[in-house]
């Protein structure tokens, strides 16, 4: 099929590059020019493992083609995906905005019957509002379908490739029928829906995820007052299938560009029908605070007094193999720390670079690599599980550190690794080790 992807942004480019891996014709298109010409000279503008190879290799194959045309694109295309930007206004709200701009330019373009699939995640209702706006502008007939996105940054092209579903919100049998067709070869598991059902499963299913983590970080919170272990609680709920094993792993909350803008988008559609989602402004409230989870730890270990104190940072990103810092929880860890008199040393294996545009440059110490992140430090928090953090030598990480006292966010150490050393050790909702 020949498809145009709008928005060369996470879901845009994954999106377009495993369509074209599935055999079809590909143009994804972006208003950015520097990011087209990025993507034509071979480059990939975000961190993706296996993004690039992937990108490569279609685009030398002729299938998958990257520019600033849009126009051009549509009127090659019969499926356009839209997969623009829907960032929050100041009240949590979507703004819509690109979506309106591309609904306009798409109708405008228009040179016979297409199908117009939105992927990014809006309220419900957007693909009703899209259609009028096209129908203004245009003769032609088209189809408005809402085609939410599951993945997740870091595993992007498997989640593609290999979904737990695909859901197809139409209000058209022939539309619905052609996108079954184009998503067959990745999972016999296509659920479709009216159009409203389908945007509404998106902020849904990304509110229950978000529900799971603050469970979890409340049960740890528990444990570590009760002097249980969240780990072995959390493995003997998740063999029970109706509960599931995944999304149970305590830490220090959830971040990234979705859950966050997700929950509170999804609180303020229920408040424009006047329903107050209590639970989810609770599991906002819980992840908000988790944060500080690694703050009171520090707080109790230097007896209140943290002006002075040096401390370690390991991990920037808000969760590994990605060097997205959006909405991080290390972000606020470290805004705390070095106003309040810490002196931050601060390590990430990619996500560097962006953190410091987001946070400036000024007022942290920033480090080649782990061992040296650590150097002379008070104390060591880990905040993203990247593998590397992992495989770090233990006996030798705790000879560089002032002192041996490490606080695990992502609960990746276990007793075994401790063994020998003379850590004093801090998790998430389990027992402190020292
Ligand atoms: C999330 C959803 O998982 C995807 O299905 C969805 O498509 C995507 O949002 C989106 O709406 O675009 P993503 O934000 O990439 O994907 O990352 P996740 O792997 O879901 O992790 C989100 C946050 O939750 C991370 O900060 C992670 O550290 C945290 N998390 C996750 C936990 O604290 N505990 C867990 O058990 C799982």
Redesign the pocket.
Known sequence: MNITVIGTG??GLVSGVCFAELGNRVICVDKDSGKIDTLNAGGIPIYEPGLKEMATANRLAGKLSFTTDLSGAVRQSDIIILAVGTPPLPSGEANLAYIDQAAIEIADAMNGYKIVAVKS?VPVGTNERLATLMRARTNYRFDSISL?????????IQ?TLHPDRIVIGADSQSAADTMTLLHKPLTHQIVVTDIRSAEMI?YA??AF??T??SF??EIANICEKVGADVTQV?EGMGYDRRIGP??????????????P??TRALIQIAGHVDYEFKLLRSVVEVNQDQRFNVIRKLETIFEGELRGKTVAIWGLA???N?D?VR???AIEIIQHLVDNGVKVRAYDPVAMSNFQALFGKARVTWCENPLDTAQDADALCLL??WDEFSKIDLGRLQTVLKRPILIDG?NVFNEENLLGTEFVYYSVGRPSMN
């Open positions: 996470y879901v995640t939410p996105e599951f993945l997740r940054e870091g595993s992007a989640d998106k299913s990304n995820l978000a799971k983590i979890i970080n959390a995944s999304f149970l792993n305590a830490g220090i909350g959830y971040g990234g560009s979705c859950f803008k997700d808000f969760k590994p990605t997205d909405d991080s929880p993203t599980e992502r």
